[in-house]
């Protein structure tokens, strides 16, 4: 398959997901819309769940939501912002939809790729932070990132004061919920989140 119609396909299937839901997604309706056959289309996906998550996890984490720019605070608000808005709820609808129809093993797959990906570029901004000295040289501990990331997958993320989506904070004192150590470390110490 070549690249140009493996986007075809991906495109087919967003563009499906979009008109018809997760529900109304099928082999035959990608298939007309990419201007292929099916076939082609059951040479790469056994299920349309596997079609669907193929379709969207490259398409979300192409790129990061937001340039690093080595200040700790705002980058890890700006990623995980720009994550929580690449979520829609129809988004949510189709990963339910997608749960329902594939075993145990796809479902920590998908996890395992999307977490991945978050914790490269977390590891991007960590770095940058280190060089601008907000943070000391010891390695950000992986209970912290792992904290980061459950922060997104729990979806703790809110609108503040109106304006962008950030993490929550006691804007009357003016403090963060984990401020980061120049140790590396945070502070106060993340509690450890399972993944």
């Known amino acids: 398959m070549t690249p140009s119609l493996l986007e075809a396909i991906r495109e087919a299937v967003r563009g499906e997901i979009a008109d018809l839901g997760f529900a109304g997604l099928t082999f035959e309706g990608v298939a007309r819309r990419a201007h292929t056959s099916?076939?082609?289309l059951y040479r790469r996906f056994a299920t349309r769940a596997e079609m669907?998550?193929?379709a969207f996890i490259p398409h979300r984490f192409?790129?990061?939501p937001a340039p690093v720019t080595g200040h700790l605070h705002d980058d890890v608000v700006a990623l995980l912002s720009g994550m929580a808005a690449r979520v829609t709820r129809e988004d949510v609808t189709t990963m339910r939809g997608i749960i329902g129809e594939v075993d145990e093993s796809l479902i920590e797959h998908v996890g395992a790729l999307t977490f991945s990906q978050l914790d490269d570029w977390l590891h991007a901004v960590f770095d940058a932070a280190r060089a601008r000295g907000d943070l000391g040289p010891q390695p950000v501990p992986a209970s912290a990132t792992r904290t980061v990331v459950a922060v997104l997958r729990h979806g703790d993320l809110q609108p503040c004061c109106g304006h962008r989506a950030g993490l929550r904070t006691d804007r009357a004192r003016g403090?963060?919920?984990?401020a980061a150590r120049r140790d590396g470390l945070s502070s106060p110490a993340a509690p450890t989140v399972r993944p």
């Open 38 to 40: 099916k076939p082609v």
């Open 52 to 54: 669907a998550i193929d």
């Open 62 to 64: 192409a790129t990061p």
């Open 175 to 178: 403090t963060r919920p984990h």
